[in-house]
Nanobody, 126 residues
Framework: QVQLVETGGGLVQAGGSLRLSCAVS????????MGWFRQAPGKDREFVAA????????RVADSVKGRFTISRDNDKNTVYLQMNSLKPEDTAAYYC???????????????????WGQGTQVTVSS
C-alpha cells in the first residue's frame, strides 16, 4: 500500500518561508519522479514542481520560479519543497504525488501521477 504524508504547512506572513516534506512508503521511492501540486478554493489543481527519480532534473512552474525549490532524499524516501518569498497568492492546499510509472521524466500534468498525499495547508497573510 502506497502512502504519502505531507507535513510542514502553516500560516506565514508575506515574504516568509516554509519547507514542506512528503514521506513516501510502499513504493521504491528512488525509482519514481515526484511532484508537488497545489489547489486554492474554487480553482483547479496547479502544478508547482517536479523532480526526476534520480534527482538529476527538476521542473518548476513559472509562477514560483526563483522562489521555490524541490529536492529529494532517496535514503529517507522524502521529497521537499522549500518555499521562500511567499506571497498571498501562494495560499493553497499543497499535495505531493508519485509518478504512475518508474523512471519517468518531470511531468507537469497531474494525470501522470497516481498516488497522492492528503495535502497540507499553506496560508500566506499580507
Amino acid at each position: 500500500q502506497v502512502q504519502l504524508v505531507e507535513t510542514g504547512g502553516g500560516l506565514v506572513q508575506a515574504g516568509g518561508s516554509l519547507r514542506l516534506s512528503c514521506a513516501v512508503s510502499g513504493r521504491t521511492f528512488s525509482s519514481y519522479t515526484m511532484g508537488w501540486f497545489r489547489q486554492a478554493p474554487g480553482k483547479d489543481r496547479e502544478f508547482v514542481a517536479a523532480i526526476r527519480w534520480s534527482g538529476g532534473s527538476t521542473r518548476v512552474a513559472d509562477s514560483v520560479k526563483g522562489r521555490f525549490t524541490i529536492s529529494r532524499d532517496n535514503d529517507k524516501n522524502t521529497v521537499y519543497l522549500q518555499m521562500n518569498s511567499l506571497k498571498p497568492e501562494d495560499t493553497a492546499a499543497y499535495y505531493c504525488a508519485t509518478d504512475a510509472s518508474p523512471y519517468g521524466t518531470v511531468w507537469s500534468s497531474p494525470l501522470r501521477y497516481d498516488y497522492w498525499g492528503q495535502g497540507t495547508q499553506v496560508t500566506v497573510s499580507s
